[in-house]
T-cell receptor, first 112, second 113 residues
Framework: RKEVEQDPGPFNVPEGATVAFNCTYSNSASQSFFWYRQDCRKEPKLLMSVYSSGNEDGRFTAQLNRASQYISLLIRDSKLSDSATYLCVVSTASGGSYIPTFGRGTSLIVHP | NAGVTQTPKFQVLKTGQSMTLQCAQDMNHEYMSWYRQDPGMGLRLIHYSVGAGITDQGEVPNGYNVSRSTTEDFPLRLLSAAPSQTSVYFC????????????FGPGTRLTVT
């Protein structure tokens, strides 16, 4: 079983829709959680960190459920420009370092 | 501020050739990492470094060497390229460990024939 799992999609939604992605992780000792966005043939860029209490950044809301070992990303009022692949990242401490593990990504396509 | 730079952007190698992928950052980040990204596989960690003079293996280190003689530079060496190393390679850096935000370079697209 892969350490970090995501539904690859694609999620195909109309503009203005609300869409949610989940990501599950297997290591209960994982300590840091992130969502990255990756546009086609570009490098990943941080979208937002995920905090235990949940956090919001404009139209984006991230939540962490440690008991069930998953994180989620909610996008409200989807824009065409939100079309991208969303990568879940889970970091786990190991030997004084934090080792990040990336999910395979969830593809989002927002259409007019 | 250049951030993380990688050279070359594209490279074609023949099986058995060697080459070095260059990575540099100007943010004084302690941590630097190399990833490869293959279709359907996501990003996989090859090697990482927690500071100058210190390197360690990631998930898929075989066939790759790294060194970290300065804080700024973290080159990745392929000693004898194989077709299985055809991939997109990303270098990343971060403050205080990879539990923090990582900044990625634009990537190197490598094809081994």
């Amino acid at each position: 079983r892969k350490e970090v799992e995501q539904d690859p999609g694609p999620f195909n939604v109309p503009e203005g829709a609300t869409v949610a992605f989940n990501c599950t992780y297997s290591n209960s000792a994982s300590q840091s959680f992130f969502w990255y966005r990756q546009d086609c043939r570009k490098e990943p860029k941080l979208l937002m960190s995920v905090y235990s209490s949940g956090n919001e950044d404009g139209r984006f809301t991230a939540q962490l459920n440690r008991a069930s070992q998953y994180i989620s990303l909610l996008i409200r009022d989807s824009k065409l420009s939100d079309s991208a692949t969303y990568l879940c990242v889970v970091s786990t401490a190991s030997g004084g370092s934090y080792i990040p593990t990336f999910g395979r990504g969830t593809s989002l396509i927002v259409h007019p | 501020n250049a951030g993380v730079t990688q050279t070359p952007k594209f490279q074609v190698l023949k099986t058995g050739q060697s080459m070095t992928l260059q990575c540099a950052q100007d943010m004084n980040h302690e941590y630097m990492s190399w990833y490869r990204q293959d279709p359907g596989m996501g990003l996989r960690l090859i090697h990482y470094s927690v500071g100058a003079g210190i390197t360690d293996q990631g998930e898929v280190p075989n066939g790759y060497n790294v060194s970290r003689s300065t804080t700024e530079d973290f080159p990745l060496r392929l000693l004898s390229a194989a077709p299985s190393q055809t991939s997109v390679y990303f270098c990343a850096s971060s403050y205080r460990g990879t539990g923090n935000e990582q900044y990625f370079g634009p990537g190197t697209r490598l094809t081994v024939t």
